[in-house]
């Protein structure tokens, strides 16, 4: 299991409101995300236009897979003979990758909640509106949203929303302030719109700004992290339709890929089926499978019905070889898939 040496950063005096969250301010040094883990993390996110979500998919998994070796979270062979535009790219999809999935380990989105995380960019090309304080724009969003069926509430809930700014620098240790990065992640103010084009009843702040990054430190990567709030209560019920939507704009991606793939497996997890197909040589990802029948029917229940499925968790019974989200995907690593060539 790789190690990631981990230091949380102290936030610069008010710069937002709110105490800080215990779980990023005392993770231990290092920390120890396993590499399914990672690539479930970088596998969850994109932009994924329609058409292009299988080949953005192996881009994404493939810059990870080339910035970092093998059995140690540090820079690879082919990043640090990179020139610094390549090296630029490839470690910020590592440090997308360290930070989304320390996110989603240490931030919990609330009693019978989960996150869904989505690229910004994203969002907005698939409806959510935002207010900002200025023309600065953060990387990532985690919606943390409870669904009918999944042991919460009769109706679908919006409960808030975390912003992740993610940095990645390669070449040397602290390179880019964090705080610059931070003040993007601050500068979304409030949601108005969820994606799929739900409307809130009331504009909903961000309950958490975090910014991360990663940097070389002593010839191995470092995750250093700055600035959480502890979540608040701030849920807004939304109408099924709303949430369905939702939930078409997360799922639609991974439905392309998996349908368009010309070999595809089923195996089991957990006690649970997933739809299964090979996106870079002994890297696999799938989806459960009864999510990936019932966003096909976009049938008027279809968060009733996802929210039963994720209602059982999932378990990770063996994280070096396999993870699965709380949102029903699963990033599987074959033996010997770290053997370069």
Same mark, same amino acid.
């Given at each position: 299991?790789?190690?990631?040496?981990?230091?949380?950063?102290?936030?610069?005096?008010?710069?937002?409101?709110?105490?800080?969250?215990?779980?990023? $301010?005392? *993770?231990?040094?290092?920390?120890?995300?396993? +590499?399914?883990? *990672?690539?479930?993390?970088?596998?969850?996110?994109?932009?994924?236009?329609?058409?292009?979500?299988?080949?953005?998919?192996?881009?994404?998994?493939?810059?990870?897979?080339?910035?970092?070796?093998?059995?140690?979270?540090?820079?690879?062979?082919?990043?640090?003979?990179?020139?610094?535009?390549?090296?630029?790219?490839?470690?910020?999809?590592?440090?997308?990758?360290?930070?989304?999935?320390?996110?989603?380990?240490?931030?919990?989105?609330?009693?019978?909640?989960?996150?869904?995380?989505?690229?910004?960019?994203?969002?907005?090309?698939?409806?959510?509106?935002?207010?900002?304080?200025?023309?600065?724009?953060?990387?990532?969003?985690?919606?943390? $949203? #409870?669904?009918?069926?999944?042991?919460?509430? !009769?109706? !679908?809930?919006?409960?808030?929303?975390?912003?992740?700014?993610?940095?990645?620098?390669?070449?040397?240790?602290?390179?880019?302030?964090?705080?610059?990065? %931070?003040?993007?992640? *601050?500068?979304?103010?409030?949601? #108005?719109?969820?994606?799929?084009?739900?409307? %809130?009843?009331? !504009?909903?702040?961000?309950?958490?700004?975090?910014?991360?990054?990663?940097?070389?430190?002593?010839?191995?990567?470092? %995750?250093?992290?700055?600035?959480?709030?502890? !979540?608040?209560?701030?849920?807004?019920?939304?109408?099924?339709?709303?949430?369905?939507?939702? %939930?078409? #704009?997360?799922?639609?991606?991974? =439905?392309?890929?998996?349908?368009?793939?010309?070999?595809?497996?089923?195996? #089991?997890?957990?006690?649970?089926?997933?739809?299964?197909?090979? =996106?870079?040589?002994?890297? +696999?990802?799938?989806?459960?499978?009864?999510?990936?029948?019932?966003?096909?029917?976009?049938?008027?229940?279809?968060?009733?019905?996802?929210?039963? =499925?994720?209602?059982?968790?999932?378990?990770?019974?063996?994280?070096?070889?396999? +993870?699965?989200?709380?949102?029903? *995907?699963?990033?599987?690593?074959?033996?010997?898939?770290? =053997?370069?060539?």
């Amino acid at each position: 299991m790789p190690h990631l040496a981990y230091h949380y950063v102290a936030r610069p005096g008010n710069t937002c409101v709110g105490p800080t969250s215990a779980q990023l $301010v005392h *993770l231990p040094n290092p920390i120890t995300p396993g +590499w399914p883990q *990672l690539y479930a993390a970088q596998a969850s996110i994109g932009v994924y236009p329609a058409g292009w979500a299988a080949l953005e998919m192996t881009w994404r998994l493939s810059s990870l897979r080339l910035s970092s070796a093998p059995a140690t979270l540090s820079p690879s062979p082919v990043i640090q003979q990179a020139d610094p535009t390549e090296k630029g790219q490839l470690s910020y999809h590592i440090g997308t990758a360290a930070g989304i999935a320390t996110g989603l380990f240490a931030l919990a989105p609330g009693m019978g909640a989960r996150f869904f995380p989505m690229f910004f960019t994203r969002a907005v090309t698939n409806g959510a509106n935002f207010n900002f304080a200025n023309l600065q724009r953060p990387d990532v969003l985690f919606f943390s $949203v #409870t669904l009918p069926g999944a042991g919460g509430p !009769p109706a !679908p809930m919006v409960n808030n929303i975390v912003v992740w700014e993610c940095k990645g620098h390669a070449n040397n240790a602290g390179q880019a302030p964090l705080v610059p990065a %931070l003040n993007q992640a *601050l500068a979304l103010t409030a949601m #108005t719109q969820l994606s799929g084009g739900g409307a %809130l009843a009331a !504009p909903m702040a961000p309950v958490s700004y975090v910014a991360s990054q990663i940097d070389v430190f002593f010839g191995n990567y470092r %995750l250093q992290i700055i600035d959480p709030d502890k !979540p608040g209560k701030n849920a807004q019920s939304i109408p099924m339709k709303s949430m369905n939507d939702f %939930l078409k #704009t997360f799922y639609d991606p991974f =439905i392309e890929i998996i349908s368009g793939a010309e070999k595809k497996k089923t195996k #089991t997890f957990s006690k649970r089926r997933f739809v299964m197909v090979e =996106i870079i040589p002994k890297i +696999w990802f799938g989806l459960d499978e009864k999510i990936f029948k019932c966003i096909q029917k976009n049938e008027d229940d279809m968060s009733q019905e996802v929210g039963n =499925i994720l209602k059982e968790p999932y378990s990770n019974a063996s994280p070096e070889s396999f +993870w699965i989200t709380d949102n029903g *995907l699963v990033t599987v690593l074959e033996k010997g898939w770290d =053997i370069p060539g």
